[in-house]
């Protein structure tokens, strides 16, 4: 109970959603507003109280004009089964809630119009967040699937091609169906916006996964992938297939045949703290 009053601290509310809560007053349509925005209140909380019970670090909990966000401090090194309930803790609240509007209503405590309306902004919202496009909850499951097989760079990039498909067909879907909704191309437009800074800060997200495994705090036990590498190839290149969810000792391989062995440590150590950016891995043999 601690943990989730102490989760107010982190609630942020996005300047403009003042004004759209002003614009909702003018035109009588503030109830709409604020059942949409409980429901979406209480979905990023439900991210934020997983969050919290793993020790995830907590940036904030924003509130925006069109939707919600609850961002951590965490670079993909977390267990995948927690990042998978973090996930899912969000849709999840929507079941309760559907259930207690249902009783509320059977009960006489809400109108019908309320409660159809309740209903369907919950099913609306759900069903978004489920899409399979970044950032929505969809999209990072769909990360999650691609990083059970791949090394984190080629899953994060096939998420992130995959998520660029499925907008480009809502997207069309929207302009077919509703082409003068504007409220969902404001949601549109940001869901580009944050595909295209979340493609072009790829690399920096991929050092940063490396980063937090090299310096961060990892405690989870993880089981053991070998790596097997050329003795020509770059130590980069060779970082480029470090997998979420593994420990790598790397194999150095010369002609076919083992020449050594490195802990992913020692090969993380050598290209952050000594710099060994265009090393060759079969040339730091010797010195670990």
């Excluded at 006489?108 to 119009?113: D, Q, R, Y």
């Excluded at 909850?137 to 760079?153: E, T």
């Amino acid at each position: 109970m601690n943990k989730l009053i102490g989760l107010i601290k982190y609630i942020h509310i996005h300047p403009l959603l003042w004004v759209v809560i002003g614009l909702a007053v003018l035109t009588a349509h503030f109830l709409e507003l604020s059942l949409l925005l409980l429901i979406i209140f209480v979905h990023e909380m439900g991210h934020a109280a997983a969050a919290s019970f793993f020790s995830w670090r907590i940036k904030r909990i924003s509130l925006l004009p069109f939707g919600g966000v609850a961002e951590v401090d965490e670079h993909g090194n977390r267990p995948l089964s927690e990042e998978v309930i973090v996930i899912l803790s969000g849709p999840l609240q929507h079941l309760w809630m559907i259930g207690l509007a249902f009783i509320l209503y059977q009960f006489s405590f809400i109108s019908e119009g309320l409660y159809h309306l309740f209903i369907q902004y919950n099913l609306m919202v759900l069903l978004f967040n489920l899409l399979p496009i970044w950032p929505l909850d969809g999209g990072k499951l769909v990360f999650l699937f691609f990083s059970l097989k791949h090394a984190f760079p080629n899953a994060h990039r096939q998420a992130l091609q995959i998520s660029i498909g499925c907008m480009v067909i809502f997207a069309v879907m929207i302009l077919l169906l509703s082409p003068l909704n504007l409220n969902i191309w404001v949601i549109i437009a940001f869901l580009l916006f944050s595909l295209y800074h979340e493609w072009k800060q790829s690399r920096y997200i991929f050092i940063r996964f490396l980063l937090e495994r090299y310096y961060g705090k990892n405690s989870d036990v993880r089981k053991l992938k070998p790596l097997v590498a050329n003795d020509n190839e770059l130590v980069i290149h060779v970082l480029e297939k470090f997998q979420r969810g593994y420990k790598h000792p790397i194999i150095i391989e010369k002609d076919g045949k083992e020449i050594g062995s490195m802990d992913e440590n020692e090969l993380l150590h050598a290209y952050f703290s000594e710099k060994n950016v265009t090393t060759r891995i079969g040339d730091l043999i010797f010195a670990y």
